[in-house]
Structures are given as structure tokens and as C-alpha cells.
């Protein structure tokens, strides 16, 4: 079966010059002409990440490699290269294999990255899809969770909340956004929304060793949170789900204040900015309504270990 696949993704994968030895080979070789390229890595398995049974293989496969894009984003760096990790299930695999790729290609040509190899095999567990994306950081180093000051603004674009009625598996990577507005703008820190964004606007402040204030009243609530709230029925408010609800891939970045007026006079994106609030020094996460503000937990998604 490998060999077959092999020669189906050859054909149908197309080539790009950074990739100097592509699939067939033991290993690629990719030109990068830099001495440092950012690499990161996901995988999305059955029965956690998404269920085969209520999703086309093709969105999996398109998700598969837009959340590795999403992280790139976070970074501000730009596609290079990925290769793609396949774990089948014994019965249906090739056809399951050629309809990820049918989703994984179209994204991979709009984000301009080459999918330069990877490997196949199968089982009688459940599908299982890893994607590993190389990127070229943004000259000056790129963004990261650590940097955040006190007194910088929260910005973020986009809306949050119950990106499970669809944006999950539709949404853009915001990479050339992030491009855009680390190259015009004075950006501290950055970070994309993949579990909430409570929980990732945390993880940004714990990194950058301050805390952060959300006003309630900023936050952009998506219209599918209200759907969720009138579909779920469930304690939670719009705005709940627009804070602890995963998988929204916007992007948090800490901007100094005269930076953030500016890039939000300007709203230089198709998308748009908003800022929600303020990086603080003590420690902490804190939720403003009005003059009132209240700790706020960092709930969010987040995997399952025992030990
Ligand atoms: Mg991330």
C-alpha cells in the first residue's frame, strides 16, 4: 500500500525549488539560505481532535496542516516547507489518505509551502495525522510569548467563541497578517488562539512573567457564540464562550500604547483589530466589567495526562 500512495502523492503533490530532494528519498532536502528556520509540529487523532465519522477527511486534512500554519503565524514566520505524518486505519486508508491531501494541497498552494515528504502507516486504531511545518523567521527574530511589558495593549484580531459550528475547520491561518504587522508595527510579544483565549492570553502572560486585564465589554463575541448559547443549553454567556472556547487560530499580540493607536487608526487588515485590554505587572488574569474587576480562570482546552 506504502509504495503505491507513495507514487500517487508524487505525481500529485507539486514541487517547489526550495525542496532540492523531495519524496521517494530517505529524507528531503530543502534550501533554506538562512541559519535559523522555525519548526513546528501537530497532530490532530481521531476521537480527540475531531471523529472521522462527522467529518470529511478533507477538512481534516486541511485542519491538519492550518493549525501548524496558525502556530507559524504566532511566530511571524513565513512557509517554507512541511511533511505530513500518516497513521491510517487498516480498512479505507488509501482512500482516506488521498481525500486528506485533497484538503492539505489547496491550503499548502494559498500559504505557498512545499510538502517536501513524510510517512505512511497503518493499523487497526484510528486515523491519526501529524503535520511538521518549517517556516523562515521575520528578520529581527520574529514574535514570541515572552516580551509582553506592563502598560503594553492586548490586541487581537478577529472574533471568539464556538468556533465548533464551523470556523474550526474553515478558518485562515493569519500568517500574512502576522507577517504585516510585525514588519510595520512594534510588536512585544504574540501568540495564536488555538485552546482559548483566556488560556493562550495566560500562557503569553506566564512566558512574559506579568499579568493581564481583559475588559469585558471589548471583547469581539463571535456570532457563532451566541448560536452556541441559543443551540447549547448551557450556563454560559456569549461572552464565556468567546473567552474559554478553543480553536478560534486569531492571534494575541502585546503592542505598546502608541503603537496599538496607531495600528488601530490604521485597521491595516481585512480582518479587524481590536484591543481588549492591558498587560498589568502583578501576575494574574483578571476580567473588567465596568470599574469591577474579578480574577478570571484560565479555562480553556487542554489535553489529558496521567501518570
Ligand atoms: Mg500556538
Redo the contacts with the bound molecule.
Keep these: 500500500m506504502e509504495l503505491q500512495l507513495i507514487d500517487y502523492f508524487r505525481q500529485r503533490i507539486p514541487q517547489y525549488p526550495c525542496v532540492r530532494l523531495g519524496i521517494g528519498d530517505d529524507a528531503a532536502i530543502i534550501d533554506l539560505d538562512i541559519p535559523q528556520c522555525v519548526v513546528t509540529t501537530d497532530i490532530l487523532m481521531d476521537g480527540v481532535d475531531f471523529r472521522l465519522s462527522e467529518v470529511t477527511p478533507e477538512a481534516i486534512g486541511r485542519k491538519a496542516l492550518a493549525v501548524n500554519l ?2 507559524l503565524a ?1 511566530m511571524a514566520a513565513s512557509p517554507k516547507a512541511c511533511v505530513v505524518g500518516l497513521v491510517l486505519p487498516e480498512k479505507g486508508g488509501v482512500e482516506i489518505a488521498k481525500r486528506l491531501y485533497d484538503g492539505l494541497l489547496p491550503l499548502a498552494r494559498d500559504f505557498q509551502i512545499a510538502v517536501a515528504g513524510g510517512d505512511t502507516n497503518s493499523w487497526e486504531g484510528p486515523l491519526v495525522i501529524s503535520v511538521t511545518a518549517i517556516g523562515l523567521p521575520s528578520p529581527g527574530g520574529g514574535l514570541c510569548r515572552a516580551g509582553a511589558k506592563p502598560g503594553d495593549r492586548i490586541i487581537v484580531t478577529g472574533d471568539f467563541g464556538g468556533s465548533l459550528l464551523g470556523k474550526h475547520l474553515t478558518f485562515t491561518p493569519r500568517v500574512w497578517e502576522a507577517i504585516y504587522l510585525y514588519r510595520s508595527y512594534e510588536i512585544h510579544a504574540g ?2 488562539v ?1 485552546d482559548g483565549l483566556a488560556l493562550d492570553l495566560w500562557r503569553l502572560t506566564v512566558e512574559s512573567r506579568c499579568g493581564a486585564v481583559i475588559q469585558a465589554e471589548k471583547v469581539p463575541i463571535s456570532e457563532a457564540s451566541h448560536r452556541m448559547v441559543a443551540q447549547v443549553k448551557s450556563r454560559m454567556k456569549p461572552l464565556d464562550h468567546a473567552l474559554h472556547d478553543g480553536e478560534d487560530f486569531e492571534l494575541i499580540l502585546a503592542v505598546p500604547p502608541a503603537e496599538a493607536a496607531r495600528m488601530l487608526r490604521d485597521q491595516p487588515l481585512s480582518v479587524p483589530l481590536t484591543d481588549i485590554g492591558e498587560f498589568v505587572p502583578d501576575r494574574g488574569l483578571w476580567l473588567e466589567k465596568g470599574k469591577k474587576r474579578t480574577p478570571l480562570e484560565p479555562k480553556g482546552y487542554q489535553h489529558k495526562f496521567s501518570l
Design positions: 496558525s502556530d504566532a501568540i495564536d488555538s
